[in-house]
């Protein structure tokens, strides 16, 4: 009786294997990975499957929010699936607990499942995004050409410039810390001197302390820039309901006539005659919201536009020399539907996905919170998240001043966010004028907040439609 006890103690030892995570005993699926794991980390999750087949691996919380859904074919026996200790679109994922559940059916259709349970503990320092501000630099303005760069903790980052036959011609190392990002600026120049020739070059950046998590991308240098946007009757600036996608790309990239200033917070006053003692008939933003330009002399222009008191359209004269115009950044553009409560993404003239959002409900009293129809430009990132009225609101892009396109509200439950509260009014009005997006993915669409953060460089284009 004692051997067996001890043959049997021996057998349980060595099921537990320390510093892994199992599936409780089963004689079908089990599932196993590192009792701990971190972001931007390779470890691996080991699934042993009685038979192949086809299986689904979804990552949740303690709280079932789902951060990763993935399928794979294994095969019979040990399958070991890499990952990297992120979310669905590779966003970090809070410390807590977690676990994967898998499901797997097998050529004859039987359903296997197995789960395993985990924690997240932190993250390795990494670059977490690096965007340009456009594909072209020009040598003779190059002060207007930045990357901005945000790290998941402090460290070293690379950032290296080759040549179209891959050798590198420019490398400087930038101690990063500030957690609302960093913008780096190049003139494309090698020193203090001497700038690069024009021509075809690739930027590399990456964290020293994770290299081979590294954002790379072309840049093409170019001697002169071309003339200054010259201030026009502009035509329309938003595309009307039922128009193609070429005909919505084509108003997306046009130049945007904005209010010259240092700072998208600073309001102006639209006038309601030509003269500068007439009366106010609406408060427009500086920097980043675009004016449809009606008519214009040298004094003055005559412009229409959506006004932040109260989200109303309204028509109006500005100095003109107060006006200036600038191109939008050239890849991407939003389009913010308010009368259906969505968003979709175009990349290239071809909307890649569409969202549900909650934009501003105008309450009595609160005309303010009404989200302005218009186009903008998205203004330089400005940190990972921000708190306000008892909930933290992540990924911020800023395109307004104080309106912005952030995730879902949550609150800390424990170690673990909780959406409850906002997530169920996504495709409704919700918000006090910021667009809410959601943190997950929603249906087919790859999109949710961390992928418009980590994907929109500045002076994204974004379009809001009145409802």
Same mark, same amino acid.
């Given at each position: 009786?004692?051997?067996?006890?001890?043959?049997?103690?021996?057998?349980?030892?060595? !099921?537990?294997?320390?510093?892994?995570?199992?599936?409780?005993?089963?004689?079908?699926?089990?599932?196993?990975?590192?009792?701990?794991?971190?972001?931007?980390?390779?470890?691996?999750?080991?699934?042993?499957?009685?038979?192949?087949?086809?299986?689904?691996?979804?990552?949740?919380?303690?709280?079932?929010?789902?951060?990763?859904?993935?399928?794979?074919? &294994?095969?019979?026996?040990?399958?070991?699936?890499?990952?990297?200790?992120?979310?669905?679109?590779?966003?970090?994922?809070?410390?807590?607990?977690?676990?994967?559940?898998?499901?797997?059916?097998?050529?004859?259709?039987?359903?296997? !499942?197995?789960?395993?349970?985990?924690?997240?503990?932190? @993250?390795?320092?990494?670059?977490?995004?690096?965007?340009?501000?456009?594909?072209?630099?020009?040598?003779?303005?190059?002060?207007?050409?930045?990357? /901005?760069?945000?790290?998941?903790?402090?460290?070293?980052?690379?950032? +290296?410039?080759?040549?179209?036959?891959?050798?590198?011609?420019?490398?400087?190392? @930038?101690?990063?810390?500030?957690?609302?990002?960093?913008?780096?600026?190049?003139?494309?120049?090698?020193?203090?001197?001497?700038?690069?020739?024009?021509?075809? #070059?690739?930027?590399?950046?990456?964290?020293?302390?994770?290299?081979?998590?590294?954002?790379?991308?072309?840049?093409?240098? %170019? /001697?002169?820039?071309?003339? +200054?946007?010259? &201030?026009?009757?502009?035509?329309?600036?938003?595309?009307?309901?039922?128009?193609?996608? +070429?005909?919505?790309?084509?108003?997306?990239?046009?130049?945007?006539? %904005?209010?010259?200033?240092?700072?998208?917070?600073?309001?102006?006053?639209?006038?309601?005659?030509?003269?500068?003692?007439?009366?106010?008939?609406?408060?427009?933003?500086?920097?980043?919201?675009? &004016?449809?330009?009606?008519?214009?002399?040298?004094?003055?222009?005559?412009?229409?536009?959506? !006004?932040?008191?109260?989200?109303?359209?309204?028509?109006?004269?500005?100095?003109?020399?107060?006006?200036? %115009?600038?191109?939008?950044?050239?890849? #991407?553009?939003?389009?913010?539907?308010?009368?259906?409560?969505?968003? @979709?993404?175009?990349?290239?003239?071809?909307?890649?996905?569409?969202?549900?959002?909650?934009?501003?409900?105008?309450?009595?009293?609160?005309?303010?919170?009404?989200?302005?129809?218009?186009?903008?430009?998205?203004?330089?990132?400005?940190?990972?998240?921000?708190?306000?009225?008892?909930?933290?609101?992540?990924?911020?892009?800023?395109?307004?001043?104080?309106?912005?396109?952030?995730?879902?509200?949550?609150?800390?439950?424990?170690?673990?966010?909780?959406?409850?509260?906002?997530?169920?009014?996504?495709?409704?009005?919700?918000?006090?004028?910021?667009?809410?997006?959601?943190?997950?993915?929603?249906?087919?669409?790859?999109?949710?907040?961390?992928?418009?953060?980590?994907?929109?460089?500045?002076? @994204?284009?974004?379009?809001?439609?009145?409802?």
């Amino acid at each position: 009786m004692k051997k067996i006890l001890f043959i049997l103690m021996a057998l349980l030892l060595c !099921s537990a294997a320390p510093g892994f995570a199992a599936s409780p005993a089963d004689p079908g699926l089990t599932v196993s990975l590192p009792e701990s794991a971190r972001g931007y980390t390779p470890c691996e999750i080991i699934i042993t499957c009685p038979a192949s087949g086809e299986a689904t691996i979804q990552l949740y919380d303690a709280l079932n929010n789902p951060w990763l859904k993935r399928s794979a074919s &294994l095969t019979e026996g040990e399958n070991r699936i890499p990952w990297d200790g992120l979310g669905e679109n590779q966003e970090r994922l809070f410390a807590g607990p977690y676990h994967f559940d898998v499901t797997l059916r097998t050529e004859t259709g039987t359903e296997y !499942s197995g789960s395993a349970s985990f924690q997240i503990n932190g @993250t390795t320092p990494t670059l977490v995004y690096a965007l340009p501000t456009s594909g072209t630099l020009y040598l003779d303005h190059g002060e207007r050409w930045f990357i /901005e760069c945000y790290v998941s903790a402090e460290c070293i980052v690379v950032m +290296e410039v080759n040549d179209a036959n891959g050798k590198a011609v420019y490398t400087r190392e @930038t101690t990063i810390s500030d957690p609302d990002g960093t913008i780096l600026h190049w003139a494309g120049s090698v020193n203090d001197v001497r700038k690069l020739p024009p021509g075809s #070059y690739s930027v590399r950046l990456w964290s020293k302390m994770n290299p081979s998590w590294a954002v790379s991308f072309p840049v093409e240098l %170019v /001697e002169h820039s071309p003339e +200054e946007l010259s &201030l026009g009757i502009t035509g329309a600036i938003i595309p009307e309901r039922g128009m193609t996608d +070429e005909e919505i790309w084509e108003i997306m990239m046009k130049p945007s006539v %904005v209010i010259a200033g240092n700072g998208s917070f600073l309001r102006f006053d639209l006038l309601s005659k030509p003269n500068a003692s007439s009366r106010a008939v609406g408060s427009l933003r500086c920097a980043t919201q675009g &004016l449809e330009i009606l008519d214009l002399d040298k004094n003055w222009a005559h412009v229409r536009a959506w !006004s932040h008191t109260d989200g109303q359209e309204v028509t109006g004269y500005i100095q003109t020399r107060k006006l200036t %115009v600038f191109a939008p950044a050239a890849q #991407y553009g939003l389009l913010i539907d308010k009368r259906d409560q969505t968003l @979709t993404v175009y990349e290239n003239g071809t909307p890649i996905g569409t969202v549900p959002v909650s934009t501003g409900l105008k309450t009595k009293g609160n005309a303010y919170r009404e989200t302005p129809a218009g186009a903008f430009l998205t203004d330089v990132h400005f940190g990972a998240s921000f708190a306000q009225e008892g909930y933290r609101y992540e990924y911020p892009l800023r395109y307004d001043a104080g309106n912005i396109i952030h995730g879902v509200g949550y609150v800390r439950s424990g170690r673990v966010r909780d959406y409850s509260h906002n997530l169920p009014l996504l495709g409704q009005k919700a918000s006090h004028g910021c667009v809410r997006v959601s943190p997950f993915l929603t249906g087919d669409s790859p999109i949710n907040m961390y992928w418009l953060w980590t994907h929109l460089p500045y002076h @994204t284009r974004v379009i809001i439609l009145d409802d």
